[in-house]
């Protein structure tokens, strides 16, 4: 079933709805989650989770792309259940992914305001697309969706090497473009 007519059964409150989209994007969501929490019971209770979310928010929003709708709010609930449970558990992959991630972005109490927020999500997505595709994509799997090093090698065909080099020259990049846009890092 295509977007459109999952988000007309959303629209109107029709329970096929969570179905089609468990359907459709279930292996999304699923992806998503079991990089951040690499759990099974956790996974299942983050796409449950989604769903209940997605059901709630399409009556009030009609998302221009419906995937990265669904993909956003099973990321932010695998990352809020990361945080819930990392105190008792923690998953190497993503905890990795946040320090790499950390030395270019990472908050302070000055950057603590939705509307900034914003505003260096926008800097960043702005940075990511004067990039090529390649190094984008790498990115993304990266600090996105978590993806290991190795499992970037394998999508890509790039050696660890390279995919590491990549990583941290984005990384040196985003900072300073971020320094240059009066973002303090």
């Known amino acids: ?9 959303y629209w109107a409150r029709d329970e096929k709805a969570i179905a089609e989209t468990s359907s ?5 969501c699923n992806y998503i989650a079991n990089n951040i929490l690499s759990n099974y019971e956790d996974c299942e209770e983050c796409i449950n989770d989604t769903y209940f979310a997605v059901w709630n928010a399409i009556p009030s929003r009609h998302p221009s792309r419906l995937s990265a709708f669904i993909g956003k709010i099973a ?18 992959s993503a905890v990795t ?10 908050g302070t109490d000055s950057v603590e305001s939705e509307i900034e927020k914003k505003y260096i999500g926008s800097m960043i997505d702005k940075f990511l697309w004067q990039q090529s595709e390649e190094k984008r994509n790498v990115f ?4 996105w969706y ?4 190795e499992t970037i090698c394998k999508r890509t065909g790039f050696s660890q090497s390279k995919v590491k080099s990549m990583l941290y020259e ?4 985003l900072r300073k473009y971020l320094e240059e846009e009066g973002i303090e890092v």
């Not at 992914?97 to 990472?106: H, N, P």
């Not at 993304?140 to 600090?143: D, N, Q, T």
């Not at 984005?170 to 990049?173: A, D, F, H, L, S």
């Open 1 to 9: 079933m295509d977007d459109e007519k999952i988000i007309a059964l």
């Open 24 to 28: 459709k994007y279930g292996g999304l």
């Open 75 to 92: 990321r932010n609930l695998a990352l809020k259940r990361y945080e819930y449970i990392s105190a008792v558990k923690r998953n190497p």
């Open 97 to 106: 992914s946040l320090e790499e991630l950390g030395d270019c972005v990472s």
């Open 140 to 143: 993304i799997r990266r600090y």
């Open 146 to 149: 978590f993806d290991s090093i």
């Open 170 to 173: 984005m990384r040196r990049k």
